[in-house]
């Protein structure tokens, strides 16, 4: 599977990291990386890692200012996109047709070729102006997963609860991962 990962500079790019981390496991899986430069220094600050030991995690990786690159282009067949976290400014633009930058340009490619784009919205409280876009980005075939950790597993670690949304989001993408924890139901 060939997957555009996007990372911005909301709050939360542990998810991202650890997106990239578990999509090198599965076999054939191409990581194509778009980091915004908020991202990168998101990235710094709450996890310590460098822009530059993050693009190790993908095969290929591109400036935000490349709209000319291959990701622009419908053309250039992957199977999806996921953006985590993602900021409600890249939300906002992405609902907007706001092509400025590579990441938003290869969201709206992603959304006109009819591929999945997961978003993993970073914002709490949300306003009107909030849920309207998510709600746009829903009708244009976007998928919406906010990182909202689950607890029926009993998370002992920060990264378990990290792990329960990337664990959603690598089963929306369709890219099976034997470490994921499901719910087996109830016990009597």
């Known amino acids: 599977m060939r997957i555009i990962v996007g990372i911005t500079g909301a709050s939360g790019a542990i998810y991202g990291l650890r997106l990239l981390e ?15 430069r908020s991202g990168e220094k998101t990235l710094f600050l709450e996890t310590g ?5 993050v693009r190790k995690l993908a095969d290929f990786w591109y400036p935000l200012e490349d709209i ?21 400014h890249t939300m906002s633009a992405i609902a ?3 092509s400025s930058n590579l990441l938003v340009r290869a969201a709206d490619v992603t959304l006109k070729e009819k591929r999945k784009l ?32 689950g607890f029926y597993n009993h998370p002992q670690t920060v990264m378990d609860i990290v792990d329960h949304s990337i664990d959603r989001v690598l089963d929306l993408i369709g890219i099976p991962d034997a470490q994921v924890r499901r719910w087996e139901g109830a016990e009597k």
């Not at 578990?22 to 915004?36: C, D, F, N, S």
């Not at 244009?140 to 990182?147: E, R």
């Open 49 to 53: 890692r460098l822009a530059a030991d």
């Open 22 to 36: 578990r999509l090198r496991h599965p076999q054939g899986t191409e990581i194509h990386l778009v980091l915004t």
């Open 96 to 98: 907007n047709g706001i």
């Open 118 to 149: 997961i978003l993993l919205v970073r914002e709490s409280p949300l306003h009107l102006g909030h849920l309207r876009n998510m709600t746009s980005l829903s009708e244009m075939g976007a998928i919406i997963a906010p990182p909202i950790p």
């Open 68 to 88: 000319g690159c291959r990701l622009a282009s419908g053309s250039y067949p992957t199977d999806g996109m996921v953006i985590a976290p993602c900021s409600i």
